[in-house]
């Protein structure tokens, strides 16, 4: 049950970072690969803020996701979108790896690489589920996991900018001809989709500390998740993410921890052969 535990835990993790590939998948077939730089924004700016004492935390806390999710937006609008004009332009993967090349060096070159903790966004101790202990940070990235992926659900489904997202995921050209911009739309989810990035980057570094290499070591969990669960699903990142979570938490336990990140990808590569569109996606059928 503690390797259980554990594996779900950190599905969750990589589950809520997931969402932000899934959210610019599902409308603008891009894929932000400067993802985990954005959690290194959000956790620098975390930090910067940490010292405003007249603003209470949850005040910070989203002071930090509306500024780094329109950040989001304008690296849609000018990164993204002038190199992805049709289904077989992928400029946009150079230039979103570019950006999180500058990041990186700005980071490093302006902060160091040493870590430094963040003294809000998370909370102390250990708590026992299920007849498992478990840090009790590690619980709330999962428990926050499932409410955003709930939210999101409940925005795309029941808003009128839900319908315009999913109009502009199914045919953006015939989106357009009913007056709904592509390019708006694009630059709201990839809004969304940092801020929830923000978001998982504040909770991180309030666990682990804030660096410019927090993100890193999470960007090949979170993609495997969305893999797994299936890139045109905002459910698919929680059973992806509990899938290889349980394995590579099982395996590592038995073998050793290479080998549990192996059997990962192994998973990962059994879903692309069998089911490329993931397990909850949808096969979608290029127009052209």
Known sequence: MEIVIAGLAAGGLFALVAQGFVLTFLTTNTLNFALGEFMVVAAFLALEVSSWDRLPDAAKIMLVIVVVGALGAWTYRLIVLPFSSGHNDSRWLLSTVGLSFIIINVTTNGEGVLRQPLDYGGTDGVVEFLGARLQAQQGLIA??????????????????????????????????????????????????????????????????????????????????AGIIGGLTSLWGPLLGGAIYGLVTAAVGDVAGVMWGEVSGLLVVLAVLMFRPEGLLGRHVELKL
């Open 143 to 224: 428990i926050t996991a499932v409410l955003v992926t709930i939210a999101l659900v409940m925005v795309t489904r029941m808003t009128g900018l839900g319908t315009r997202m999913r109009a502009v995921s199914e045919d953006a050209e015939a989106a357009s001809l009913m007056g709904i911009s592509s390019q708006r739309i694009g630059m709201i989810a990839y809004g969304l989709a940092m801020s929830v990035v923000a978001l998982a980057g504040i909770l991180w570094a309030a666990e682990v500390g804030v660096s410019p290499q927090l993100g890193e070591p999470l960007l090949v969990g979170a993609f495997a």
